[in-house]
């Protein structure tokens, strides 16, 4: 599969975005996704994650309550809605996909995900 991802911008604090991770390939619906971000000197971070089936979701306590991700396998694309926004939500957000296909559980370690898609910038304004 790939992933490609989309919708960052620039924002003001308390403004929203919604992202959205395109999966390519005929195995697509098949892999839980999960969302990432790296901030400029900072490690990259776990944000939220969904299985492959949409029936889990799970989220980094920083964004619980302002974000959510979903998923439409129609169209092979994962979402997410972002909120409340806040200047540390400034980052470049990744999609990965899940390296255990039809995974019932959610994990937070970025060494999990594989296909990795190319990133967009979100950044917040104060």
């Known amino acids: 599969v790939q992933l490609q991802a989309s919708g960052g911008g620039l924002v003001q604090a308390e403004g929203s975005l919604r992202l959205s991770c395109k999966v390519f390939?005929?195995?697509?619906?098949?892999?839980?996704i999960g969302w990432f971000r790296r901030a400029p000197g900072k490690e990259r971070e776990f944000v939220a994650a969904i299985t492959w089936n949409g029936g889990r979701t799970y989220y980094a306590d920083s964004v619980k309550g302002r974000f959510t991700i979903s998923r439409d396998n129609a169209v092979n694309t994962v979402y997410l809605q972002m909120h409340s926004l806040k200047p540390e939500d400034t980052a470049l957000y990744y999609c990965g996909a899940d390296r255990r296909p039809w995974e019932p559980t959610l994990s937070t370690r970025s060494e999990e995900y594989d296909h990795w898609g190319q990133g967009t910038q979100v950044t917040v304004s104060s």
């Open positions: 390939g005929s195995t697509a619906s098949r892999y839980g």
